[in-house]
C-alpha cells in the first residue's frame, strides 16, 4: 500500500483549500455541491460531514474543498489533512466508477460571429457561472478545457461563457478546415463529464477583478446596470462580451474591456459608437461624452 502524503495548498479564493498529491489519485475530474450529488464518492460524503465543507472537488492529483464562513482554514486545515491521508493509505476509494453518472446528453453546434476570426461553439447545457477569458494556455491553467483548446496549433484565445465557448484562431488554418475538430473535440470533453474550469478559475466581474477595494459612483452603478441589462446579451450572442472598467467624471468618457468574439472585431468600433455610446448618452443624459474599448 502507497503511504501518501498531501500538500495544503492556498489558492487565489480564501474559503477554498487544496490537498495536494505528488501522484495520481483518480481519473478525471469530479464537482460535488452537497452529500447526494456524491453517492460515487465514498471520501466526498465522509468530508460532508465537516459541518464546515460546503463543496468538494476530486481531481487527477488533488482534492480541494470549499468551506462555510463558520470557521478558518487555519483551524482546522491540519485535522482534514491528516483525515484525508488516513482514508487514501487505509485503501478508501474516491471515486466508483461503478456509480460514477451517465455521460451527458451533449449537444455542439457552431456559429458564426461578426468578427471572423472567432466561431461560437454553443452548447445545450450550462458549462460555467462566470465568463471566463484566456489570451494563453497559461492564463487558461485553471480550466481544463481551455488547456486542451490551447493544445491545437490553430487556437489564438479562449473565452467562455454560460453555454457556450468562443475560440479564437490564427493564422494557421481556415474555419472550413479546423470547425468540425473543433466542435466534436468539446463536445466529447463536455460529453465525457470532464472539468470545464476548476472553482479557482478567476470570475471575469470587474467589480471583483479590476476594482476590488474602489467604492463606485451613482454614474458608473448606472452605466454597470445598463450594461447588463441591455448591451451584455446583445454581444454574448455574438460570442463575446463587454464588462464596464472605468468612469471620468471629469472627461465624461467610459472604458470598457472587450472579451471574445467582440476583441479585436473589425465592426466593434461601429458598435461601440453607434450602439453603445448612444444608449448610454440617451438613458444617462449630460454624463457621457464618449465610450472607449481597452483591450488588454
Known sequence: ????????????????????????????????NNIDEAKNSPLAQQLFYLPFVKRVYISANFIALERFPIVEWSDVQDEVKEQIENYLNEGGVLVSEETAPKKNPVEVYAESTPN????????????????????????????????????FPFVKEVFISENYVSVTKNDLAEWNEITVEIRSFIR???????????????????????????????????????????????????????????????????NVILQGACSGCPSSTITLKNGIENMLKQLIPGKINEVVAVNY
Do not use: C, W
Request: charge should be negative.
Open 1 to 32: 500500500m502507497k503511504n501518501r502524503t498531501l500538500k495544503i495548498e492556498k489558492t487565489n479564493i480564501p474559503t477554498i483549500l487544496k490537498f495536494t498529491s505528488n501522484d495520481i489519485l483518480t481519473s478525471g475530474s469530479h464537482q460535488y
Open 116 to 151: 471572423p476570426t472567432v466561431l461560437k461553439f454553443v452548447a445545450n447545457i450550462k458549462l460555467v457561472e462566470n465568463d471566463l477569458e484566456f489570451k494563453n494556455s497559461e492564463e487558461a491553467k485553471n480550466s481544463p478545457l481551455a488547456v486542451e483548446l490551447f493544445n
Open 188 to 254: 466529447q470533453f463536455i460529453a465525457d463529464g470532464k472539468t470545464i474550469a476548476l472553482a479557482t478559475a478567476v470570475p471575469q466581474k470587474v467589480s471583483e477583478v479590476y476594482m476590488p477595494d474602489i467604492e463606485l459612483d451613482d454614474v458608473s452603478k448606472q452605466i454597470i446596470d445598463i450594461l447588463e441589462e441591455y448591451i451584455k446579451p446583445a454581444v454574448a450572442a455574438d460570442g463575446g462580451n463587454i464588462m464596464f472598467q472605468s468612469y471620468s467624471p471629469s472627461s465624461k468618457t467610459v
